[in-house]
């Protein structure tokens, strides 16, 4: 199985995680009802300040689980009006939408 990694949707960086061999930073991951999540070592499965990504955005959008949010996450016909969480290097950031998959995974860099 591969990493799941992002893009920070405030400085477009990639999240690189604990397994490459680059320096981590924290990245902060936000729902739609204003809480937090701090996280200082991604280890690219995920998991967000002890919160995962793809739980939360079930949870988000009316559902239960972790298999629910990556259905829904990877589901190209019911990205319609979907709630997302967001993912951000700083804490004050305002964005919004999905944020944009890492090609290198977080891990491949050249």
Known sequence: MGFFSFETQDTDESIPNIYCGRETFTVFMRDNKGNIWEENN???????????????????NGLNGRESG????FDKEKQVDINWP?????????VTGKPKDCKNQGYFYE
């Open 42 to 60: 991604y280890d690219g499965y995920g998991d967000f300040g002890g919160k995962d990504f793809y739980e939360l955005l079930a949870e988000m």
């Open 70 to 73: 990556i259905n829904l996450a």
């Open 86 to 94: 967001t993912l951000t290097r700083y804490k004050n950031s305002e």
